[in-house]
């Protein structure tokens, strides 16, 4: 690289620091290796390994297909991709093994986090097939949160068994409707809110009236967590029921064409008088609101690091670029303008790689430290895409190329779990005791 | 909203009022875009196509818009004027609103008959491949773009290599529109040695490029030129002053495009702002809200502010393109703050915002990306 000391120069640090005394060795990094391995060196081992195992399958089995996914929702190509990723255990890790999938290692790491570690793998391959294995969990989540043994005994074991042996049996989480989708991710909203989607007494259960839009994995998935209220009252009513894909009088009306993450589909969902049994009750009556807002605590940080992940595929995209591609008679990465934008652009998911880390190694996700993470880690993809786009010039525009993918996939991650302005206002909410508690700053 | 900063016409008001002739012109491009353009619009999630495309060309011709005979002064590109360049910019601009890839095919089909005018050349459709190999990358080119006109042939046949053996890695692309005959562009045969040249269409190798970054329907390809092609003009100061002309008016061009179509998503977003509701009120009541529209129309005025100052002065190419590097990332911004007032559905391919913000980055990676365009504002001083 042109203007840089090749590591083999006598004032290269690589070389320099070599040279220190034995003492010092052990306090020197003199031969570091790239960023993602002293990141994963820094994990406890289980995760490490996790993080290892998550991306050689992304690599093997998502990234060959992003491209063609994102033209066209090929319905069987995205099926033997899922089966691989129910195989793999990817789409039963919210539970240990032998009930799901998580080896007992990483039982002792949070599951925010082994769920961020899984969601940037598979993003910086493929965020629209990421996507559909992280709807999942976020389906599933209900019902690992409300620890109902009956409920996870009927629906969550069979389902991660299922996928793990033989085809996937996928979860959707349905909360926004047509006339809500901000209401339902914040209170304030949510006061005022007229509930659409209601749920009506009925002899053993519940008859579920009204739509819910958006769905990610909504039109595949076997069974959906909706959201409803109990009829003639409001918000505070919520209630999470589990509706069975094969349900009379459930439907998909229809899947939207989007700007990106197009493997994944985004449903809409009809309830049309569909009977839940009092036992698929989730969490109880009237915790819906509860439930929901827990979910979305530890849903909110792997956000962020589908973000990260887009943001590192399209880093890794400009970085593949730049070391092939020669402009007049030298590398592009001979070029300093360039080298100082692939050093940006590794600052910004160095950042984001750290917020969301951080924020997730908990067992209990918090709403401030959840959306802090999200919003920076979105916006950040947003720009380490604009910069990669940009380093590629004219050819950012190729599909080949995958940037202009990342930058198309990226843009949802500011919009999903609560737009950044709803996240923003989550994090005063949560923190407007402290904020309010002047002075600050003194013990 | 109403806001009272924004100008109620869709037309694009640069500095003084526009003639009597324009004024007259608009209502028959009124009528040119419900016919030709809206069409492309209506269902935003479909691309274009070919024959789509050719239609807009072809009725544009039909109006004078193309080619028209240089007394009118309504052709796209043919008056050089203040008010000739202001004249183009808004009738892009106007036609950007309803579609950025229709405003692209005309303003690059119009600077295609503009150099084939001035070089001479016979081609009905000849389009315009301005930055074929070296265009304003890394500003490596700016200090011959800057320097004195220093009259001199370049070399009758020149050491000029094929075009798109290319370098590895990164093949030659062209972006085009139906129909098109021929190529005009023009070559460095050195840092400081440009000259003009014409490749016939037939005696190009073109793989098909596919791109998803907005501009949909416009298609892209990679180039190869086993053929030197026909040399048009070799006098360095004239290929210079031209390369000079055109790049200026591709800037023009294409900050006014960008602006119509984040303008059309603005206009968008405020409709729906007042519609749709959200926290117990109409979503434009809320302050954050407020802030994604005033932040985006701040950056329309500032571009279109921009845009007045350029196409006051294109010859000033340094500062046309210096100030084109800001108007491009001003413009995204806006259009994504467009698209975040939408929340979901914004992300939907059929409400028509996530493709204007799909056009705005293709548009600032096209003809040198702002990184490019500073840099070589920069060179150009050093020329001088
Ligand atoms: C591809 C995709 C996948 C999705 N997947 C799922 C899923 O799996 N499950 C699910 O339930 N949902 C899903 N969603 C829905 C998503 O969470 C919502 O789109 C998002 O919460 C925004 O809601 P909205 O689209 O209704 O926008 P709106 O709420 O209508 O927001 C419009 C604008 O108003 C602003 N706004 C609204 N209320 C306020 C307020 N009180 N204060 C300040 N500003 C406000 C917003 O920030 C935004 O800018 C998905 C959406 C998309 C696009």
Redesign the interface.
Known sequence: MEGILSPSHPLSPHRALRELGWLAQPLVAAAPRSLWEQDTQSLPPAAAAYRRRVRRFAQRELAPRALEL??QREPQLIERVLEAAGRAGLLSDLLPAPLGSIPPGLLRVPFTLAQSLKMEELCAACAGLGLMVGASALGAVPLVLAGQPRALARHVVPAFRHSLRSRPALFAFAI?EP?????VE?S??A???VPGTVARRAPGGWRLHGRK??ISGGALAQRVTVFAALEGEGMESWTCFVVGRGAPGFSVART?????QRASE?AELVFDGVFVPDADVVGGLRRGWGLNRAVLNASRVPVGAIALGIARGALEGALD?AA??????KG?LD?Q?VQL?LAQMLIEVQAMRALVWQSANTWRPAQARASIAKVFASDAA?RVC?AA??L?????????RRV??Q??DA??T???EG???IN??AILEEQQTWLASAPHGQP | MTSPRTPRSRWLELGAPPSVEQRNARGAVERYLERAVRPLAERPERVPTAAQLGEVRRLAEELGLLAAPAASGLGLWEEPSVAGCRWSVGLLHRVARESATAALCLHHAALGLLLGRRLGVEDAAPWPWLYAELGLDKGLRGAALGAPPVSEAAPAEPELAPLGAGEAGRPLLLGAAEPWSALLLPRWSDARRLSWWRLPRATLELTPAPHALGLDGLSTWQVRAPRLGELLLEDVAAALALYREVLALDALGLVGIGLGATEGALAAAKDYAALRRQGGKLIVEHVAVRLLLSGAEANVLSVQALLADMTLRPEALARVLALRSVAHPQLCEAASHALQVFGGTGYLQDTGIERRLRDNYHLRLLAGTPTDLRLTALAMEDGR
Request: no cysteine.
């Open positions: 994102d033209l926004t006339s809500g989708g901000s209401d914040e304030e909203g006061l005022r809110y839009v958006f939207e064409l989007k700007m990106g985004a670029f092939s591609a020669r402009l007049a008679g592009l070029y303008d934008g947003l604009e786009l940009e590629l010039g004219n050819h950012g525009v190729l599909h080949a202009e993918k930058l198309r843009r949802l500011q919009i999903y737009t950044n302005q923003r206002l």
